[in-house]
């Protein structure tokens, strides 16, 4: 019994051994998802394209390889991943670019003049300069100030000809 006991645990130790062994051995390889196996990429410029990358390589050269099938300067693309732009140094795994992704190549944009009605929006208020607040007499109030209005409209009255003008006329 005791020999049958022995054995099985010669083999469960072997068994150990064995199991250790392939995974220190899993832990020197790199994961998948390091691996440089190229991968298929889609690019859409002015044709669609098919590009054959890894995963180190750089948003400029991937713009390089555009611009040797399109004839568009590297300067002048901007390289988008759905919709959002792409920096030239950082790598496609810095980017999450995936395996059969597509990337837009669109052309950079002139200018940042605007035009129109809106170019002014929200200008005005910033430019006029600010005044500070000034103390005034008080209005009269009531009695008082029927009594002016009476004196402005039929006492101080200066016969003139033509239309009668308004309080805020000029003139």
Do not use: W
């Not at 990429?41 to 099938?69: D, Y």
């Not at 991943?81 to 810095?94: K, N, R, V």
């Amino acid at each position: 019994f005791f020999l049958f006991l022995d054995s099985i645990f010669a083999v469960a130790v072997a068994v150990a051994v064995s199991a250790v062994q392939s995974i220190s051995s899993l832990k020197s390889t790199p994961p998948f998802f390091f691996s440089v196996a190229n991968m298929q990429l889609f690019v859409r410029a002015q044709e669609l394209h098919t590009l054959e990358v890894t995963v180190q390589e750089t948003v400029a050269q991937i713009k390089a390889h555009v611009a040797s099938l399109e004839g568009i300067a590297p300067e002048d693309q901007v390289l988008l991943m759905a919709g959002t732009p792409l920096e030239d140094e950082a790598t496609l795994g810095q980017c999450g670019v995936e395996a059969l992704s597509t990337l837009e190549v669109a052309g950079r944009m002139l200018g940042g003049k605007v035009h129109g009605s809106l170019a002014r929006a929200g200008k005005v208020r910033g430019q006029t300069p600010k005044v500070a607040k000034q103390e005034k007499k008080k209005k009269k109030t009531g009695r008082a100030k029927r009594r002016m209005q009476y004196n402005r409209r039929f006492v101080n009255v200066v016969p003139t000809f033509g239309k009668k003008k308004g309080p805020n006329a000029n003139s």
